[in-house]
Nanobody, 114 residues
Framework: QVQLVESGGGLVQPGGSLRLSCAAS????????MGWYRQAPGKQRELVAT???????SYGDSVKGRFTISRDNAKNTVYLQMNSLKPEDTAVYYC????????WGQGTQVTVDS
């Protein structure tokens, strides 16, 4: 059974940092390009960062230079380090393969507010 479990979200002030984690099970994790996605209220889900099985990364323009995606294949886990957070980063964050192909997890809420 494939499962994605996101964690690490919370409430943070503008300029703050958070580190998200996503543990995957039921797949051969190291074979997949993984991505972090987010969905803000009233908006479509968007892809914010990807990491290939070899570790190459890419980022959306809105997060480039502030977010860092990484992975630990031994732990079947992908991470998203988020720095210099802005109110417009407020969203529910999800991980999935990229392009997405697995059932979505529950996500983790990130709220950036003073």
């Amino acid at each position: 059974q494939v499962q994605l479990v996101e964690s690490g979200g919370g409430l943070v002030q503008p300029g703050g940092s958070l580190r998200l984690s996503c543990a995957a099970s039921g797949i051969i994790f190291r074979f997949y390009t993984m991505g972090w996605y987010r969905q803000a209220p009233g908006k479509q889900r968007e892809l914010v960062a990807t990491i290939t099985k070899s570790g190459s990364t890419s980022y959306g323009d809105s997060v480039k230079g502030r977010f860092t995606i990484s992975r630990d294949n031994a732990k079947n886990t992908v991470y998203l380090q988020m720095n210099s957070l802005k109110p417009e980063d407020t969203a529910v964050y999800y991980c999935n393969t990229a392009p997405y192909g697995l059932e979505w997890g529950q996500g983790t809420q990130v709220t950036v507010d003073s």
